[in-house]
DNA sequence: ACATAAGCGAGACGGTACGTCGCGTCTTTAA
DNA sequence: TTAAAGACGCGACGTACCGTCTCGCTTATGT
């Protein structure tokens, strides 16, 4: 604001905010918490220590920092109907929590829920960012009708995403490798399951075959 | 069978490993992740280290079985309905998740999905623990009718737990004041949208094919 | 006193002692201080802490004892001459103090020279007992009459044993080993060197003017 | 030479290591071995532990070098003739005997000279230092024609230091205490002991062979 | 052209917690 | 009562990180 460039003395070198926050995600990503050290991370984007403190105050504030970098990924497209839009984002969001990354958002969450502040509102960062792409989704699916209007939004939301987050976290490390292959597979139940409720709203009649099958709604029309 | 106890030397003494529980719940309810220190709770325990470290190979170890002491509140009991149960459950599963205590478990259980090891099975007794709890309330559902035989049990849960989860991942820290105090409040439209599937089920006519069968987006036109 | 054995119990099993001091001296041979632990002594005698600690109230006393029942085997035999005398002890010495157990005591009498006392006087008794050794042939040999009167006998027993010492110290971990060999070889030399004013004594001739001058015992015959 | 300096980074503070040397001295000097915790150094040169580990890999290495630091002062001054020469090299030894700060490099030579390794070259160093100092004394002795030339040296070294150690060892702490203020006292006899063969010399005559010739005893008559 | 200012890699520094190990004591069972 | 086994309170060890602090060098601007 003061101005583009009153800056006296060197520069700071963009690529070196870069290479920081990408070894920060990776070596988070490889190691886990215990072993995400201020050294290591500057030791792995091959700058010094004070390129690290000069930008971010504490170890928390980086990691926060390159979260955020990576964590555009998982929004809902627009396919043009309720049922795909859900599934599109649910598997989404399956590749994203099974992707080592990706979990780096959701155990950055959990832990800044509770811990002594430190990690400032980056759960509320996350979720709302989530919850926005969610919401905009939803509001689609309105407009075209298939979603009842004065059904309450956060429930369906948070079971979605809820369910995907339970789904991965009751699997085993086995279980983990083999769904990176067969997302639609895992994901299909859980999106059924949410569904259904919506589902049987709308139109009286409908024959989306198969298992969704006759979720159909009280025959009244609305 | 439980104890052939060929024991020799001296027994270790039950009550330190209470007196170690305790302090470790203690001082980490107190003071957070960070100020949690094994020489803290031997000291508040009144112990020596060896007391610990004879018990629990690290810091993290403690702590999980400390939390995991105080985690059997949990469980659905036995009211008499469905949808009772399904209430109680959650409103028990919220209170947990608001608690510090209970909201380590679920900390311990999103570290323990992807962390190098270490953790080994923690993340599998939890999840265990609660999803048995939860498939005995179904199974009693069952046997009343309550819930329907072919319907699947996983996604349920996993939608159930999930959308209690999210919901408390949502709430900032003034929100996680509050619904402390206001438990069913937050729980029931949840409960409410998780359940919106089985209630309808007074109607048995069901086609649902195979899980996963169709991937293939609803046939029926846009 | 109370009478030979009016003892209550269990008696005490002497070869618990012995395979006790045996341990220790076995111990600390081989690893040195740094190493030598109770535990590991127990554990190497075959028998619990408890045997140690009913009979030593600490590391050092225990050290202490061990050291003394293998430390006798340095006594000046009586050969017929001065010379030969001084030559057995010294070769004897040499041979002890190239031995691990023998360079034990050197090595506890050192440190009992300055430490918190604990050690108490085991640094007295070793000297003594080397010292009375000593003394006997000196005795002997003025009995002969090869040893002056009036000639002062510690001087002669310290430089005697300090030569002794101090060559050993002056090796390196080579030389040791190749010493235990040649023990004659590497003695003669400081045996000889220390027998000089012994053995010019019986010739009258002498000029130790100096300072030193006159600790030489008045001239006249005692 | 001594310095290609390309040194990168923050440099070593050399006031640190002086103040760590210091303390460490005082430290073992007030409060002997038992007491001498790097912790405690640390804590007395104001310094964090990581300053010491940076310098020594342990606390023995660390004892080592802070009494190396101390044990200049016994070096033979040149008095101008061998008789003053020794007696001030002895009564600087037995000096440095006395003091606790010089005892230990006494007590580390011993242990070092049969540790498993660790210690290394310590012992070597003591010695050599010493070693050279008496060596240098000895050659001015030669040039001015008081010391023989064909004399062997190390036993004449060995046995004088020897003496003064052995004098030192036998003494009670009582012993040592007196003998701190009449050094004099209590080196003489052993110094005249020593020298009196050198003495002698101005009789050239001399039976017995070189050094390790003959390990016959003297030939001369019984 | 050259001083001034900041960025940057490297690594020393004061702290603090870790997990290990040893001491000397205590508590059990078996002999 | 001794003995083996091993738990226990205590406290030092040596290691690893944190966040700060110099160093020497590089890279820009301002005069």
Redesign the pocket.
Known sequence: MTSP?????????PA?EKRILAAAMDTYARTGWA??????VA?RA??????L???W???EKLLVDALEEHSAPVLAPDTGALETDVLALATGLLRYFLDPTGWVAVRVAVDSAVETVEFGHVRERIVRMHNQAAAEMVRRAVRRGEFPVGEPVEPFIQALYGAVLMHVLTLDPDGREQARDRLEEHVTPLVDFVLSRIRRDDRPARASGSRGSTRRPPAGPR
């Open positions: 460039k009153p800056a006296r003395g060197r520069p700071r070198d070196v072993a995400f050290t201020m050294d290591a030791q091959g700058v010094g220590k004070s390129a403190y000069l930008r105050p504490s170890k």
